[in-house]
C-alpha cells in the first residue's frame, strides 16, 4: 500500500537552529500538508500546499516556517530560528483531493529543540 | 474556538465490549467526517470515513453512525479486542479540496483482556 515516508525520524536541535524535515507524499496525491502535534495533545494544521504554493496557513506557521517542493518527489518543511515550543511531532500528508481526499499521514519526525 | 469536539478524553472497555466515542461539530461547510487511530510514536491512520449524506457506514468491526441535524458523528467499536488500544481521533474537512482536517483532541481506548 502507499504510504507517505517521513525522514528523519527523529531530530534533536539546539534552539536557534535551522532544521528541514522531509517528506515523500504518495506519487498520485496532489494535495501536501504539513501538521504537528505537541506530546500528548491533538494534531493541529500547520499548511497546506498545492501546485507550487501555499494555499492556506495556520497561525502557527508564522515567518519562521517555510515550505518547498524542490523536485517531483520531496515535500520540505524548513524552520528557520528553533524555538523550545516547537518540540513536537511533525505530520506531513498528502491527499488525492475530492471526492475521498485519501488523507495519508507519514510516521512523523519527532523533533526536540534543547 | 474548538472546530470539533470529541469525548470521552479516555475509555476503558472489556474485551469483547462496545467501544463508542462522540464527536461534535459547528461549521456546516464541513463534508467529509474520518477517525483516525493512533499508536505511540506513529503517525494517525484512516480508520473509516463518512459524508455527511449518509447516515452509517460499517467496515468491519468498525461503524460511524452520523446525524447531520444534531451535527454529531460517533464511532462504534464492536467487539473490542486489545489490539485497538490506541488514541482515536475524529476530524473533520472543511468543504474544499484544498481544505484542512480539524482534529478532535482524541481518545485514549484501552481494552482489557
Known amino acids: 500500500e502507499p504510504e507517505v515516508t517521513q525522514t528523519p525520524s527523529h531530530q534533536v536541535t539546539q534552539m536557534g537552529q535551522e532544521v528541514i524535515l522531509r517528506c515523500v507524499p504518495i506519487?498520485?496525491?496532489?494535495?501536501f500538508y504539513w501538521y504537528r502535534q505537541i506530546l500528548g495533545q491533538k494534531v493541529e494544521f500547520l499548511v497546506s500546499?498545492?501546485?507550487?504554493?501555499?494555499?492556506?496557513k495556520s497561525e502557527i506557521f508564522d515567518d519562521q516556517f517555510s515550505v518547498e517542493r524542490p523536485d517531483g518527489s520531496n515535500f520540505t518543511l524548513k524552520i528557520r530560528s528553533t524555538k523550545l515550543e516547537d518540540s513536537a511531532m511533525y505530520f506531513c500528508?498528502?491527499?488525492?483531493?475530492?471526492?475521498?481526499?485519501?488523507?495519508?499521514f507519514g510516521s512523523g519526525t519527532r523533533l526536540t529543540v534543547v | 474556538q474548538q472546530q470539533v469536539k470529541q469525548s470521552p478524553q479516555s475509555l476503558i472497555v472489556q474485551k469483547g465490549g462496545i467501544s463508542i466515542i462522540n464527536c461534535a461539530y459547528e461549521?456546516?461547510?464541513?463534508?467529509?467526517f474520518p477517525w483516525y487511530q493512533q499508536f505511540p510514536g506513529k503517525g494517525p491512520a484512516l480508520l473509516i470515513a463518512?459524508?455527511?449524506?449518509?447516515s452509517e457506514k460499517k467496515e468491519g468491526r468498525f461503524t460511524i453512525s452520523f446525524n447531520k441535524s444534531a451535527k454529531q458523528f460517533s464511532l462504534h467499536i464492536m467487539d473490542s479486542q486489545p489490539g485497538d488500544s490506541a488514541t482515536y481521533f475524529c476530524?473533520?474537512?472543511?468543504?474544499?479540496?484544498?481544505?484542512?482536517?480539524?482534529f478532535g483532541r482524541g481518545t485514549q481506548l484501552t481494552v482489557w483482556p
Open positions: 500528508a498528502s491527499s488525492t483531493g475530492w471526492p475521498n481526499y485519501g488523507y495519508t
Open positions: 506519487s498520485n496525491h496532489l494535495y
Open positions: 500546499f498545492y501546485n507550487n504554493e501555499i494555499s492556506e
Open positions: 461549521n456546516t461547510a464541513f463534508d467529509y
Open positions: 463518512i459524508r455527511p449524506d449518509v
Open positions: 476530524a473533520a474537512h472543511r468543504g474544499s479540496t484544498l481544505g484542512r482536517l480539524y
